[in-house]
């Protein structure tokens, strides 16, 4: 039974590179066709976003395990900061997005 009463402990450290750019450019202007009015709506739009997640996620076993019916909690700092220091480079995962748009609208009237 002591098996099931143990749990493995994970460590998560993580920094975050981020970088979100963005723009947009709307032209309006109004004409007249016959009868009808129109309010006319042009634009364009940009948007960029990258994440670049660094550290470390996971189990390690240098990590004791943890007893539930009889929890130790050994000093582990030291540990925890040594894999931190040792995945500092370490990508996580990145995330890279790129939206493009353009539109148009016409409003008609009356």
Partial sequence: MKALADITRGFVYNTLERDVYGTNLNLTGEFKTGIFDHKLLVGADWFDYSDNWLGYLGADPRISTLNIFNPQYPNITELLRSLAYESRNNTVWTTNEED??????DQISL
């Fill in 100 to 105: 493009h748009g353009i539109y148009l609208q």
